[in-house]
């Protein structure tokens, strides 16, 4: 029995709110949604046997450990059939239907696809890896999803919630700051210049950020600030004294800094899965002031509160009626049949139509009900604003028309895929025990990274937590930032003698000046990691790969003299030098390649 006084502390310490839990859910499924939409672009190039990474050379070079799902079949069809699954199991998880299953699936196909291709891996794909595999362990569908809105069994009445799942995912957040600090070990973090020479790695910077990186008094104070709050920000939410004050103040300082980074750097999702992941530190009291904030603002239109009405012999009708409540936060809406209200009843006889009294104890009917519902909901009661217009009612009620014609069928559609059911929104002591042996060993291969453990632990992690991509590293900007930046130029040359720049076809000739915003060369931020680790020697044995690819890629929409015959990739290395110096380009011919001969073995 844990003692009332320890147990207040690490509630304190460990404890997430569930509507805390519900919005990290939302936003964690959008997120994934969009980045595997914005994947998609490319899926072609970057996961199949006949883009830049065939299975073959990828066993070679990630061994038997990285074998997944999206290496059984190289073919495009294949892959697209696990982006859709996945696609489909994130938009589950932002809804909340079946939301554990799909927790699973998404944490199992992410992970298998972020081994599919290394060369395009970004610091925020194992974060929200890790921030998956944390959800299935957590009721995130215990508010504000469909899961909530069906269940036969009323969800936890209380707000707060504590496991070793909780403290798993709250420690998983605030190590990515941590150990990211403790890496930083380089002297730019401690002499002020960390940022100017990050916002001078012109393939990350935005416009906004080469502008600002010529303040040098405001890139030294900020190298100092994200420093300090990385460093101190994860042990001082954990202190369990004035634990709002100081939680709300770090929350708010690491969501700005990460705000700063979508304006100033190119990184990716890696900021949006940061945001996402800070929300779990929200704290039951800023839902409870806007709870009452709502409740106030709902007296103020009088003592009767909304009562929604609906056909008693419509199953279909309830479900709706539950999930609009759910969805639209309108948690003391009373719900009842109109059969038992002679009111109510009289106009549902009268209309076929649900009925809504509201506060004022006036009755609205079919489209006018919904609005009103739209226009109470703490959330989107601008929306409601927006369709409450006379022009709306005509359609929206001939919406609800067709719905209430053909409720029969929907009814059938809902009973297979939303049927009510008693699945439990909180895991039980094995899952439990699951998430706190999670919780020692990643926190153990955390300090691996640091090389405070010895390398023998580390190899033996390794394998298993590569496999399924909770291997995280967190050297972002680490241990100084990058002095070596450029641009890249594919010189080619057509079966007719012209010459081309293949990165920029539609130019004439090739060019081999600076652009004037290098990070807006690329098509997207996988594409500038893919092209930055061909450069580095690591992965110089792709280059043949990527050459193949370039070959394919053009050739197959140009014929005769346009074909392309030979290229050579070439890097314009520009080191960063100190503030008012002009950096020097150094030309590297990365690799020479022949459409039509058997390429030489190097550059």
């Known amino acids: 029995m844990i003692p009332a006084w320890l147990k207040a502390r690490l509630d304190m310490m460990f404890s997430v709110d569930l509507r805390s839990l519900a919005l990290f859910r939302v936003l964690l499924g959008s997120v994934l949604f969009v980045d595997l939409c914005r994947r998609t672009v490319d899926l072609r190039t970057f996961y ?29 069809w294949f892959v697209a059939a696990l982006f859709a699954v996945e696609m489909l199991a994130a938009l589950a998880i932002a809804i909340g239907w079946r939301t554990r299953t799909a927790l699973v699936i998404a944490f199992l196909l992410n992970a298998s696809l972020l ?88 393939g990350y910077a935005t416009r906004l950020g ?24 994860p042990i001082v939410v954990f202190v369990p004294l004035f634990s709002r004050t100081l939680r709300f103040l770090v929350m708010a300082q690491l969501m700005v800094m990460h705000i700063g980074f979508i304006f100033c750097l190119e990184l990716g999702p890696f900021p949006y899965i940061s945001l996402t992941s800070l929300t779990t530190f929200a704290g039951g009291w800023i839902w409870n002031a806007l709870g009452d904030w709502q409740a106030r603002r709902n007296a103020r239109r009088g003592p009767q509160g909304l009562r929604i009405f609906y056909d008693r012999d419509c199953g279909f009708c309830l479900k709706s009626v539950l999930i609009l409540k759910q969805f639209l936060l309108l948690g003391r809406a009373e719900v009842a049949p109109a059969q038992d209200t002679p009111r109510a009843k009289k106009l549902l006889e009268d209309n076929y139509s649900w009925v809504i009294i509201d506060h004022d104890d006036r009755a609205h009917l079919k489209w006018p009900a919904f609005v009103i519902l739209l226009r109470r909901s703490p959330l989107f009661a601008p929306f409601g604003w927006l369709v409450s217009g006379q022009w709306a009612v005509t359609p929206g009620n001939a919406v609800y028309d067709f719905v209430g014609r053909n ?63 909770l291997d995280q590293y967190w050297d972002m900007f680490a241990p100084f930032p990058s002095r070596e ?15 081309l720049d293949l990165l920029h076809p539609e130019r004439v000739g090739v060019r081999y000046d600076k652009p004037a915003h290098v990070s807006e060369e690329w098509p997207n931020i996988r594409w500038h990691k893919y092209l930055e680790r061909i450069w580095s020697a690591q992965f110089a044995n792709n280059r043949l790969h990527f050459g193949r690819y370039l070959c394919r890629d053009w050739n197959t929409t140009h014929s005769g003299e346009q074909q392309l015959d030979t290229f050579k990739i070439i890097y314009m290395l520009e080191k960063s030098v100190p503030y008012g110096e002009t950096p020097k380009v150094e030309q590297n011919v990365l690799w020479r390649h022949g459409c039509f001969a058997v390429p030489k073995d190097g550059p």
């Open 407 to 469: 409720r029969g069928g929907f009814g059938k559609a809902s009973g297979a895929l939303l049927p009510f059911h008693d699945r439990p929104f909180e895991t039980g002591p094995v899952a439990q025990f699951v998430a706190g042996f999670a919780l020692v060993v990643l926190g153990t291969w955390n300090f691996c990274t640091l090389h405070w453990l010895p390398e023998k632990l580390y190899a033996f992690l390794t394998p298993p937590l590569r496999a399924t991509r």
């Open 210 to 233: 080469q502008w600002l990186n010529g303040f040098p008094p405001l890139t030294t104070a900020l190298t100092h600030w994200v420093y300090w709050l990385e460093l101190l920000g």
């Open 48 to 76: 199949t046997d006949v883009g830049v990474m065939p299975r073959d050379w990828l066993l070679a070079v990630n061994g038997l450990w990285r074998i997944t799902v999206h290496t059984a079949n190289g073919e495009t």
């Open 115 to 202: 081994n599919r291709n290394p060369m395009v891996l970004l610091g925020g794909d194992i974060l929200l890896t890790c921030l998956l595999f944390w959800a299935i362990f957590l009721p995130v569908a215990a508010r504000v999803s469909l899961d909530a809105a069906l269940s036969s069994t009323p969800p936890p009445a209380d707000n707060q919630h504590r496991s070793w799942a909780s403290a798993g995912v709250l420690l998983q957040v605030m190590s990515v700051y941590f150990f990211s600090a403790i890496l930083k070990s380089g002297a730019d973090w401690h002499n002020g210049t960390a940022v100017y020479y990050a916002l001078s790695i012109d």
């Open 485 to 499: 930046d450029g641009w890249f130029v594919i010189a080619a040359q057509l079966r007719d003698g012209s010459e």
